[in-house]
């Protein structure tokens, strides 16, 4: 049975998703009393297209689609 987020692990997720490793993100939820693994995490950052890799970490699936012209699933995955 999964948990769902709630809204503040939500913005928590989303404010740090362009800028910190899903390691990093799982310490703040941490910290605040959050405790998600970093497989869900990395789900969650997915499913809002957001990539997971180290070297995109700056820009969301989303942002390099639209740049390169290509459809969202094509970049995510």
Known sequence: MTIKC???E???IEA???VYTVKQIASSLKRRGYHRSTN????R?????YSVRPTLDNYSCKE?????NL???TVCF
């Open 6 to 8: 709630t809204p503040e």
């Open 10 to 12: 939500l913005a928590i």
């Open 16 to 18: 740090k998703a362009e």
């Open 40 to 43: 869900a995490i990395a789900l």
């Open 45 to 49: 950052l997915n499913s809002n297209g």
């Open 64 to 68: 390099i689609a639209q740049v390169l």
């Open 71 to 73: 459809s969202l699933s």
